[in-house]
């Protein structure tokens, strides 16, 4: 049986906001948010050791429908959450439901725990399903792990609202094709009570002003992972024909150099 949640409940939910990073110079990036957001202090907070590893059924039918099955393994505990992604919205607050499973073992995979997961998953698509979504946890295998390390800061305002900022290293594996990848993000997790909502857009208004060297994204950490270790196609037909070009056009462009000796 997953066991409840030994961690610190919040009374609100976590909104998470990623960026892309294009000049990757993490004390730059710290520099100018102290030196922009006023009377907002900004700390050292540690660094991050954690993985996740996100399951589904071969042929994707729990991502497939924007719902991620994922293991969290931190120093502390592991346990097992669900998020459901609305893919028709791009607004950060409101494109994540997330939901706590319950704590397990780092051994312990979503068939340990069919009906539980099964339930769960019922209770946030409010039951709209009418397949076996107990044999479907059955069948969920690891899909791809992401391990994550960085460094983390804490941003705390005048009136006392904090928010934390990473800077991730993530170690990607996709368990099905054996590829790998690596890609570092920045990223804020803001405690969604509305009483600080302007504490929010400033920090979110300072970063779009002063830090050009994020660029931020609608993706989750899973879909920029999955991004990263996407097979790319190759049109072979097209591969042949674009180097038969090249190389007519390098033997065109001697060809004209002679002539003009």
Do not use: W
């Not at 054996?178 to 570092?184: A, D, F, N, S, Y």
């Not at 050009?212 to 097979?231: C, D, G, H, Y």
């Amino acid at each position: 049986m997953l066991l409840p949640d030994k961690g610190k409940p919040s009374k609100y939910s976590m909104i998470r906001k990623n960026y892309s990073i294009i000049i990757d110079n993490e004390m730059m990036t710290v520099r100018k948010l102290r030196n922009n957001l006023g009377f907002y202090s900004i700390s050292n907070d540690g660094v991050i050791r954690e993985e996740e590893v996100v399951y589904d059924t071969d042929n994707n039918l729990l991502t497939g429908v924007g719902l991620i099955l994922r293991k969290k393994i931190t120093p502390k505990r592991v346990y097992f959450s669900l998020v459901r992604v609305n893919n028709l919205t791009d607004a950060y607050q409101l494109r994540e439901k997330k939901s706590f499973l319950g704590e397990c073992e780092r051994e312990d995979n979503p068939s340990d725990f069919p009906v539980q997961i099964a339930d769960a998953i019922n209770n946030i698509f409010n039951n709209v399903f009418t397949i076996n979504l107990v044999d479907i946890v059955k069948h969920s295998l690891p899909f791809i792990s992401i391990g994550i390390g960085g460094n983390k800061y804490k941003i705390v305002s005048g009136t006392g609202y904090e928010v934390v900022a990473t800077f991730e290293n993530l170690n990607i594996r996709d368990y099905r094709t054996g590829k790998k990848g690596i890609k570092k993000i920045f990223s804020l997790e803001m405690e969604a009570d509305p009483d600080y909502e302007k504490e929010r857009e400033h920090i979110l208004a300072v970063i779009e002003r002063y830090c050009k060297e994020l660029v931020p994204t609608s993706r989750n950490r899973f879909e920029i992972a999955e991004a990263v270790v996407k097979l790319r196609v190759v049109d072979k037909d097209a591969e042949k024909k674009k180097k038969k070009e090249a190389k007519a056009k390098k033997k065109a462009q001697k060809k004209a150099e002679q002539e003009e000796y």
